[in-house]
Nanobody
Framework: QVQLVESGGGLVQAGGSLRLSCAAS????????MGWFRQAPGKEREFVAT????????YYAGSVKGRFTISRDNAKNTVYLQMNSLKPEDAAVYYC?????????????????????WGQGTQVTVSS
């Protein structure tokens, strides 16, 4: 049974930091592109960040570039999202996703339709 389990969400003041983790199980994801998405109440799910299986390729939404960093540890089947300088508009449920297929070592995907596996989400709340 394939599972992605996010953790690390919580309540933080504006300007603070959080580190999200996504632990994958059920199969190896070491050749998958991985991504983070988020969805705020009343809004559509939006792309946040993606990383290639090698870790060499990363891509960020403009709203988080320079503040968030995506990384992965293939030995642990885990992907991370370091979030710094958090703003109230970053508040959302954050979802981890795995492509379910092999991409090039530097290739990533930022379209939700490219992802086959999703976690249940972790809530991030940012107080002003």
């Amino acid at each position: 049974q394939v599972q992605l389990v996010e953790s690390g969400g919580g309540l933080v003041q504006a300007g603070g930091s959080l580190r999200l983790s996504c632990a994958a199980s059920g199969r190896t994801f070491s050749r998958d592109a991985m991504g983070w998405f988020r969805q705020a109440p009343g809004k559509e799910r939006e792309f946040v960040a993606t990383i290639s299986w090698s870790g060499a390729g990363t891509y960020y939404a403009g709203s988080v570039k320079g503040r968030f960093t995506i990384s992965r540890d293939n030995a642990k089947n885990t992907v991370y999202l370091q979030m710094n300088s958090l703003k109230p508009e970053d508040a959302a449920v954050y979802y981890c996703a795995a492509s379910g297929r092999t991409y090039g070592s530097d290739s990533y995907c930022y379209s939700a339709q490219e992802y086959d596996y999703w976690g249940q989400g972790t809530q991030v709340t940012v107080s002003s």
